[in-house]
């Protein structure tokens, strides 16, 4: 049974696609010396993986948690018959970091970037009857060259990193395309007035080319609009006579079908989906669809005991949204990882907001070389997942702190804002979620005071909570949100940590998360909270769950608490 087998890109379905997930051959390059030793053209590898299972992970059959400058795959594949004489592309959901592809022998592309998407077309390097797909993945995570988020530097996890992630990750999959396709879709929706602007990239031979959108809700028409697709862009504006819009805990998704035809004959077709929602902001309130909802936000780390960064089943990925709203809460913050599109898509269709974030942790904004890194991949996520109606804000750097360089590190928050913010408008962004602020739409900071009084005093209505450092971005009215609180340890077998002191007894665990969550839903000024965390992680045992996902708690209790009406709802 192929692992993982379920479509990777929930917005960009096409029905001719073949799952390269299983067993792969594998080899460990510790001096990343195998071109030099004929890896590439070495007929068999030393050893067999599960792909998208990393090697770090118990689930890829290998298991090896030492560091990993470099990895070999190897496997082959038969084309489909009716793959041939069509346009072959080969996809990759993620691979960590710096990645070459050889398709028979040669070079079909490299990839810098262990988070975001990347595909190459392998029309010409491939025959009909069987292939072979060659991949290294570079990986040097001491280098302070490449984003790595929470994933440990050291031989062992410490702290609050953990194991790494080396290699393959996400699914690998093949597609075939006529000569002309559709390249890419941009939607971008209007809740408030029901309309959705939908821009098509398109390549190939276009004269003569249409291109069609059309949507659907429940199976029932609702609308469509064409236009000519000879430039190979183009813009439709879908209206919705009678919207039925996406909202927090109500996941309303139309469907929607991307045609490229010329004279009436299809030449691709894409199918895809939208939610009909709109952000903006009233002061100190955070409007979905001109509503004001207080986010209720818990960290989310996406890390598993048994897949590392990969999920074992497209299921727990739904399951561990399902588990966090339990609990009470509408949304996560998606911290120091790009998740799946699976997880996005689950998020869509629960009703579940989330803040997409780049693991920024591993690099470092004064240098100079850093703005091309981090930008580079940074785009491709961005263009990724702006689809995605669950997602509701962006935060492309965590907890910048120390000097600032003659200002470098300023530049760089200010610049990746601005580019941002040039490439979506409609989301907000927070420059560096907690730390020193050069540029951002909502003001936010973390706090992991235990001690509830303490807390009460500090988040008392009225009193302000901005302009914390000396070089902090003044504030000037943005929204504030306390973007990471509570992380209260609970491990009964003392091993692992939590902040500050553990609580002695479960009711005094509940006395606390009731204090501090209290203290910050009775502050009017709040839009928003993030409570650390989810689930354990390794070491890091401040979660709601256990790390394989067992509740420590009554998650009625935690419900009750964290779900109440905030002071900004009113």
């Known amino acids: 049974m192929t692992p993982r087998s379920e479509y990777p890109r929930p917005q960009f379905k096409r029905s001719a696609w073949l799952n390269l997930n299983g067993q792969w051959q ?4 510790h001096g990343d010396s195998g071109r030099a030793r004929g890896l590439l053209e070495k007929e068999t590898l030393e050893r067999e993986i599960t792909v998208p299972f990393c090697p770090e992970s118990r689930l890829s059959g290998i298991g090896s948690t030492d560091f990993m400058k470099a990895v070999w795959y190897k496997r082959s594949f038969t084309l489909p018959r009716q793959a041939e004489g069509r346009r072959v592309f080969i996809h990759f959901g993620a691979v960590d970091y710096a990645t070459e592809v050889w398709i028979n022998g040669q070079s079909a592309g490299t990839h810098r970037g262990g988070y975001a998407s990347f595909s190459f077309e392998i029309t010409s390097l491939v025959h009909p009857g069987e292939n072979t797909v060659t991949l290294c993945a570079r990986d040097d995570q001491s280098s302070r060259r490449q984003p790595y988020g929470k994933q ?8 609050c990193f953990y194991t790494r992630t080396t290699g393959i990750w996400q699914t690998v999959w ?4 006529n000569d002309s396709r559709i390249k890419s879709v941009r939607l971008t929706p209007d809740g408030i007035n029901g309309t959705l602007l939908v821009e098509a990239e398109m390549d190939g031979p276009l004269a003569g080319c249409t291109f069609k959108a059309e949507a659907s809700f429940e199976g029932a028409y609702e609308t469509e609009a064409e236009a000519d697709a000879d430039s190979g862009r183009t813009r439709l504006m879908l209206i919705i006579e009678e919207p039925k819009l996406w909202n927090v805990g109500e996941g309303n998704l139309y469907d929607l079908k991307l045609t490229l035809s010329r004279n009436g004959e299809t030449l691709d077709e894409v199918k895809s ?12 309130k955070c409007l979905i669809n001109g509503k004001s909802v207080f986010q209720r936000l818990v960290l989310d780390q996406g890390f598993y005991p048994d897949g590392i960064y990969t999920a074992p089943s497209d299921e727990e990925l739904k399951n561990d949204i399902l588990r966090s709203q339990a609990c009470g809460f509408n949304g996560a913050r998606l911290h120091q990882k790009v998740f799946e599109q699976r997880f996005l898509y689950w998020a869509d269709k629960l009703g579940y907001i989330v803040w997409g974030e780049f693991p920024s942790w591993g690099i470092d904004p004064k240098d100079a070389a850093t703005p091309a890194i981090f930008l580079d991949e940074w785009l ?3 263009a990724r997942d702006y689809n995605a109606p669950s997602v509701v804000g962006w935060c492309p750097w965590n907890e910048t702190w120390g000097e600032r360089a003659d200002g470098a590190k300023e530049e760089t928050m200010r610049l990746t804002y601005l580019v941002t913010k040039a490439y979506d408008p409609t989301r907000p962004c927070i420059d560096a979620s907690g730390g020193i602020h050069a540029a951002t739409d909502i003001y936010d900071t973390h706090d992991y005071e235990q001690d509830v009084e303490v807390y009460k005093e500090r988040y008392a209505p009225g009193k302000p909570v901005y302009d914390r450092f000396e070089r902090d971005q003044h504030y000037a009215g ?3 949100m306390v973007s990471e609180y509570g992380g209260i340890g609970w491990n009964p077998d003392g091993a692992g940590w939590g902040y500050g002191n553990n609580p002695k007894t479960e009711e005094e665990l509940m006395a606390r998360y009731k204090g501090l969550t209290d203290a910050l839903l009775d502050k009017p000024e709040l839009m928003g909270f993030c409570y650390t965390q989810l689930t354990d992680v390794e070491q890091e045992r401040n979660g709601l769950y256990y790390y394989d996902r067992r509740p420590k708690f009554d998650t009625e209790k935690i419900r009750a608490i964290t779900a109440r009406k905030a002071a900004i709802e009113e």
């Open 380 to 382: 491709e996520v961005l």
């Open 26 to 29: 594998f080899e460990i390059d």
């Open 174 to 177: 093949l597609e075939w395309t």
């Open 152 to 159: 440990s530097w050291k031989y062992q996890s410490f702290g």
């Open 478 to 480: 943005q929204p504030v």
């Open 273 to 284: 989906y939208f939610g009909l929602r709109t952000i903006s902001f009233d002061g100190g």
